[in-house]
């Protein structure tokens, strides 16, 4: 980016839009001549993080707490959630393909970088503590597990077969 084109863009994102109502949504839009591709991937890898940080945390620490006791058929260390099955099986289902995604962009937008490699483990070895937690505080009887693992496989799935059709794509091309 040249100086000219620099001053343009800062002149551009402090301006305030004439109409607020019908120009915000434009002001803070992704705009390639002024957006380096640097400040975009740390943008995109503080969203990622944040979105792991509470997905995690509230499958470790599922919504409504866990039972304390064993009365009233109950088992303590399980999740008080889980006794309404169908809210508490699309909760861990959606969690965990939100914790999933929000992990394969950080290891995608971290590739190459120093100490991928740890980042790689660090990443893996979050998935499985998490997958254990879950596994602890949800009543076996109230959810199947295949489709959590499904959820949690889905993107990296997805993501290999999107690579796979692109590389497809540019052979046929050439």
């Known amino acids: ?39 975009v991937r740390n943008i995109l890898l503080i969203i990622a ?12 620490n599922p919504p409504g707490g866990i039972w ?9 260390g399980r999740a008080i959630y889980a006794s309404d099955q169908i809210a508490f099986y699309v909760f ?10 929000s992990l394969l962009v950080i290891v995608c937008l971290t590739y190459r970088f120093p100490l991928h490699f740890e980042i ?3 990443t893996a070895s979050m998935m499985v503590t998490y ?16 489709y959590v693992l499904i959820a949690g496989a889905l993107p990296v799935i997805c993501r290999c077969v999107f690579q796979t059709y692109g590389k497809l794509q540019n052979r046929r091309t050439q």
Not at 11 to 29: D, L, M
Not at 68 to 76: I, L, V, Y
Request: glycine letters at 6%; proline letters at 4%; charged letters at 20%.
């Open 1 to 39: 980016m040249e100086e000219g084109d620099d001053n343009k863009c800062q002149r551009q994102r402090t301006g305030i839009p004439v109409n607020i109502a019908e120009n915000w949504f434009r002001q803070f839009q992704y705009d390639p001549s002024c957006d380096s591709p640097g400040e």
């Open 49 to 60: 993080t944040l979105i792991a940080a509470v997905t995690f945390q509230s499958g470790v």
């Open 68 to 76: 304390q006791d064993n009365d009233d058929g109950h088992k303590a």
């Open 92 to 101: 861990l289902v959606s969690n965990t393909f939100a914790l999933s995604t």
């Open 120 to 122: 790689w483990v660090a």
């Open 131 to 146: 997958a254990s937690a879950i596994f602890a505080v949800t009543p076996h009887d109230s959810v199947r597990f295949r």
